[in-house]
């Protein structure tokens, strides 16, 4: 049974800085497309980072780039985000996927495994 489980969300100051961990079990991170996904109240799920299971390039959202970095530690399982210079409209559920076909991998509606989610706020 495939099952994604995020984790390292929380409340945090502009400016600062928070690692979003996703553990994956029932299958091998490194066969597969991840990324990260976010949801804001009210906004379309988007793109974040993802990596590409057919070269491992790794892409970031205009809106992040330089800020977020995307990382895959195999050994372990494990996909992290590292969310560097957060911003009062970074805040929003962050979700990760995984798909085992060829996709683009910053387009959500391409992904079939989904974890639950974790919140980020960034707020003073």
């Known amino acids: 049974q495939v099952q994604l489980v995020e984790s390292g969300g929380g409340l945090v100051q502009p400016g600062g800085s928070l690692r979003l961990s996703c553990v994956a079990s029932?299958?091998?991170?490194?066969?597969?497309?991840i990324g990260w996904f976010r949801q804001a109240p009210g906004k379309e799920r988007e793109g974040v980072s993802c990596?590409?299971?057919?070269?491992?390039?790794?892409y970031d959202a205009d809106s992040v780039k330089g800020r977020f970095t995307i990382s895959r530690d195999n050994a372990k399982n494990t996909v992290y985000l590292q969310m560097n210079s957060l911003k009062p409209e970074d805040t929003a559920v962050y979700y990760c996927?995984?798909?085992?076909?060829?996709?683009?991998?910053?387009?959500?509606?391409?992904?079939?495994?989904w974890g639950q989610g974790t919140q980020v706020t960034v707020s003073s």
């Open positions: 029932g299958f091998a991170l490194d066969y597969y497309a």
């Open positions: 996927a995984a798909d085992s076909r060829l996709i683009p991998c910053l387009l959500p509606y391409e992904y079939d495994n």
């Open positions: 990596i590409s299971n057919s070269d491992g390039s790794t």
